[in-house]
T-cell receptor, first 112, second 115 residues
Framework: GENVEQHPSTLSVQEGDSAVIKCTYS??????FPWYKQELGKRPQLIID?????GEKKDQRIAVTLNKTAKHFSLHITETQPEDSAVYFC???????????FGKGTTLSVSS | NAGVTQTPKFRVLKTGQSMTLLCAQD?????MYWYRQDPGMGLRLIHY???????AKGEVPDGYNVSRLKKQNFLLGLESAAPSQTSVYFC??????????????FGDGTRLSIL
């Protein structure tokens, strides 16, 4: 089945810096890769996603890149702000395209 | 629209007790999921369902059972609770397919402690 590895597990940056979180996946048949943000005590919320026919996607300060040959994808946050502090999860569509398999999460701390 | 609603929000059990977690969605979604979230372990898929009357095992199914008798409800059962099942449980649902038009919606979670 699908396996998703996520790094780093924790990331601390200064306000205004950029943050990058990287994930790798194992199932070459996966073709959908969403990113979720989870604030303390809240539910995970979808922030951006990418499909395998696209190499990069941007939405204001966040962007996701995908290298399907290498089976890895990354989340980029520019001009970080304190409200970006949260746990971020990457995921890949596994179970023959029926279920999202998540990475273990990255705790991002943005200090002002 | 309430989205995905989980009941209860909190529960404390003793080892060996049984209980059922209820997930209800009002979006007419075919697919429903149960995940557990533990510190440093991310969201791990327990069981899922691709339609009424169907269920399938996920990454960590042992010790849990599920039922999908109605399309809008997905029940997660613990027959004999163990301390290792202390966790936050999230239910989710979505439409079939892959992509932006089929986002996965999560409930608010159930915090379960087993003593």
């Amino acid at each position: 089945g699908e396996n998703v590895e996520q790094h780093p597990s924790t990331l601390s940056v200064q306000e205004g810096d950029s943050a990058v979180i990287k994930c790798t996946y194992s199932d070459s048949a996966s073709n959908y890769f969403p990113w979720y943000k989870q604030e303390l005590g809240k539910r995970p919320q979808l922030i951006i996603d990418i499909r395998s026919n696209v190499g990069e996607k941007k939405d204001q300060r966040i962007a996701v890149t995908l290298n399907k040959t290498a089976k890895h994808f990354s989340l980029h946050i520019t001009e970080t702000q304190p409200e970006d502090s949260a746990v971020y999860f990457c995921a890949a569509m596994g179970q023959a395209g029926t279920a999202l398999i998540f990475g273990k999460g990255t705790t991002l701390s943005v200090s002002s | 629209n309430a989205g995905v609603t989980q009941t209860p929000k909190f529960r404390v059990l003793k080892t060996g007790q049984s209980m059922t977690l209820l997930c209800a969605q009002d979006m007419n979604h075919e697919y429903m999921y149960w995940y557990r979230q533990d510190p440093g372990m991310g969201l791990r898929l327990i069981h899922y369902s691709v339609g009424e009357g169907t269920t399938a095992k996920g990454e960590v199914p042992d010790g849990y059972n599920v039922s999908r008798l109605k399309k809008q409800n997905f029940l997660l059962g613990l027959e004999s609770a163990a301390p290792s099942q202390t966790s936050v449980y999230f239910c989710a649902s979505r439409r079939p397919g892959q992509g932006r038009n089929q986002p996965q919606h999560f409930g608010d979670g159930t915090r379960l402690s087993i003593l």
